[in-house]
C-alpha cells in the first residue's frame, strides 16, 4: 500500500513562509519522480513543482518559482516544500505524489498515487 502524508500547513501572513513535508511509505521511494500540486476551492488541480528521483533536477510553474524549492531527502522517505514570499493566491490544499516513470511531468495523471493534503491559508 503507497502512503502519502503532507503536513506542515497552516495560516501565515502574506510575506511569510512556510515548509511541507512528505513523508512517504510503501513504495521505492528513491525510483520515484516527486511532484507537488494545489488545489482551491472551485479550481481545477494545478501543478506546482517536481523533483527528480535523484533530487538534482526540478521544475516549477511559473507563479511559484523563484518562490517555492523543492528538495528530497531520499534516506528518510520525504519530500519537501519551501514557500516563500507567500501570497493570498497560494491558498489551497496542498498535495504530493509520486511518478514512477521518466520526467517531470505537469500533468497529474501521470501520478500514481496521493497524499490527503494540507491545507495552507494565506491571509492578506
Known amino acids: 500500500q503507497d502512503q502519502l502524508v503532507e503536513s506542515g500547513g497552516g495560516l501565515v501572513q502574506a510575506g511569510g513562509s512556510l515548509k511541507l513535508s512528505c513523508t512517504t511509505s510503501g513504495f521505492t521511494f528513491s525510483s520515484n519522480n516527486m511532484g507537488w500540486f494545489r488545489q482551491a476551492p472551485g479550481k481545477e488541480r494545478e501543478f506546482v513543482g517536481a523533483?527528480?528521483?535523484?533530487?538534482?533536477?526540478?521544475r516549477y510553474d511559473g507563479s511559484v518559482k523563484g518562490r517555492f524549492a523543492i528538495s528530497r531527502v531520499n534516506a528518510k522517505n520525504t519530500v519537501y516544500l519551501q514557500m516563500n514570499s507567500l501570497k493570498p493566491e497560494d491558498t489551497a490544499i496542498y498535495y504530493c505524489?509520486?511518478?514512477?516513470?521518466?520526467?517531470?511531468?505537469?500533468?497529474?495523471?501521470?501520478?500514481?498515487?496521493w497524499g490527503q493534503g494540507t491545507q495552507v491559508t494565506v491571509s492578506s
Open positions: 523533483i527528480n528521483w535523484r533530487g538534482d533536477t526540478t
Open positions: 505524489a509520486k511518478k514512477p516513470t521518466e520526467g517531470l511531468s505537469e500533468h497529474y495523471y501521470e501520478y500514481n498515487a
